[in-house]
């Protein structure tokens, strides 16, 4: 690369080769002059009075590349399914959703791309939420100018998982629910438990197979866990009676159904007794009581997961420790929050 300083007085003619920014504090910034403007003798003052006295002329050498090819060959590599992009606008590149979905990034690489020197790809947290047309991340190269061969190795980073960052979309399950407890089940006390769990799925475009209760019986639980799968469920939950009273026998119902735990306990408040199994291919999510009175638990961070087809393990549940706690703001702003953003 060779650079030319010129002053701005003798730059008329000139033509840019790089966007220069203008800032007013509090309405606007943008691009005043975009790369490829040629300068004229009105835009003198102007370039004064945003501080240019001088005007930076390139010539690209053998090697080399424009911050703005760099960000479009960035966007297009770092992108997989469900991300689309725009730009670049002041050599920086977007990446939006192109459908409602699950947000997933592939953090090694992540890692490795912002190693490398003069590159930046910013995101949001992994297992975030999105709305289609969203922005998820940003990426740039920090100079005019770079060598291509750091580009060429970004994009190899890229290619060895085939995606960085991609939206899983929300699949159309069938979810059922078995509501434990003998108070529920002898109707002493209305349920709670199915309208949240209806909201929930519902918000995500599934539906609900059913709603079935059963009294604090070990048995009775198991065989209406397997009647619900039977009849076609593809996510099963199981509400109530994980504490550690006598009374609470749906961890050993779930077990008897024939499911495998996965983990049983997490570092999510709230959402401590929560247990997460499988039988078969089938996710069984044990709720404990706080999955009825409060608006936002354990469960808004699984079941997302859940149904954009992902399985949930073990590992993933302990990642949930760092970012697993709930701030029970005042006026809950769930999902712009730090409850489950902290882990990979």
């Not at 910034?29 to 370039?47: F, N, S």
């Not at 947290?125 to 061969?149: C, D, M, W």
Request: proline share 5%; charged share 25%.
């Amino acid at each position: 690369m060779k650079l030319q300083t010129i002053k701005v007085e003798e730059a008329v003619g000139k033509v840019l080769s790089h966007d220069i920014t203008k800032i007013v504090k509090g309405e606007s910034k943008g691009a005043l002059y975009k790369k490829g403007h040629i300068i004229r003798q009105e835009d003198v003052p102007e370039l004064l009075k945003l501080g240019k006295e001088n005007i930076y002329i390139l010539d690209l050498e053998t090697g080399d590349i424009h911050e703005n090819q760099a960000g479009v060959r960035l966007g297009k590599a770092v992108i997989g399914t469900g991300v689309t992009w725009t730009g670049p606008r002041e050599s920086r590149v977007n990446l939006y959703a192109s459908c409602d979905g699950l947000l997933k990034i592939n953090i090694p690489a992540l890692e490795a791309i912002n190693e490398l020197p003069d590159v930046i790809l910013s995101t949001l947290p992994n297992n975030t939420v999105v709305k289609k047309g969203e922005l998820l991340a940003g990426t740039k190269v920090i100079p005019l100018v770079v060598p291509e061969q750091t580009v060429t190795t970004a994009e190899d980073i890229c290619r060895q998982d085939g995606w960085v960052i991609k939206v899983l979309p929300f699949q159309e399950l069938k979810v059922g629910a078995v509501i434990t407890g003998s108070e529920v089940y002898k109707k002493r006390i209305q349920d709670g438990f199915g309208p949240v769990i209806t909201e929930k799925v519902e918000a995500f475009g599934s539906t609900i197979l059913g709603i079935d209760f059963a009294p604090d019986d070990t048995s009775i639980i198991a065989a209406k866990i397997n009647k619900m799968a039977s009849d076609g469920a593809d996510i099963i939950f199981v509400t109530g009676g994980m504490s550690v009273d006598p009374d609470d026998v749906t961890p050993n119902a779930i077990r008897l159904a024939g499911a495998k735990v996965e983990k049983y306990g997490a570092a999510a408040l709230p959402g401590a007794m929560f247990m997460l199994a499988y039988l078969g291919d089938i996710p069984i999510m044990g709720v404990p009581a706080c999955g009825m009175f409060f608006k936002i638990t354990i469960v808004d961070l699984i079941l997302p997961r859940l149904l954009a087809g992902e399985r949930v393990t073990r590992k993933d549940i302990v990642a949930l420790a760092c970012g697993g706690l709930c701030r029970s703001c005042p006026e809950c702003r769930y999902p712009n929050c730090t409850f489950g953003k902290g882990s990979h």
